[in-house]
């Protein structure tokens, strides 16, 4: 079993940025790739942005240039750098982890709220 804590997320204005942080914790050894999904209601939850345990990282079209993903194998966190934040992005963030044999983690989710 894998455990993921988030931190971070709130408001802020259009244009302003935020970081989110991920901790995993139990099983981290299974962890392959981590990263960070968001949700709208109605919605289905988008992929935002994926980084693998040898570090390629994958980017959703919308995110690219703006957001950043990192991550620390030695602790097993991953980090969501938002910059130049949109109303778009407003949504609840949830972290990630696919372990090798392709089971997914989720964390309880994050709320982000930009205002225009």
């Known amino acids: 079993q894998v455990q993921l804590d988030e931190s971070g997320g709130g408001l802020v204005q259009a244009g302003g940025s935020l970081k989110l942080s991920c901790a995993a914790s139990?099983?981290?050894?299974?962890?392959?790739?981590m990263g960070w999904y968001r949700q709208t209601p109605g919605n289905e939850r988008e992929k935002v942005a994926q980084v693998t345990s040898a570090g390629k990282t994958d980017y959703a079209d919308s995110v690219k240039g703006r957001f950043g993903v990192s991550r620390d194998n030695a602790k097993m966190t991953v980090d969501l750098q938002m910059n130049s934040l949109k109303p778009e992005d407003t949504a609840v963030y949830y972290c990630?982890?696919?372990?090798?044999?392709?089971?997914?983690?989720w964390g309880q989710g994050t709320q982000v709220t930009v205002s225009s």
């Open positions: 990630t982890a696919t372990t090798w044999a392709m089971k997914n983690y």
């Open positions: 139990g099983d981290i050894r299974l962890i392959n790739v």
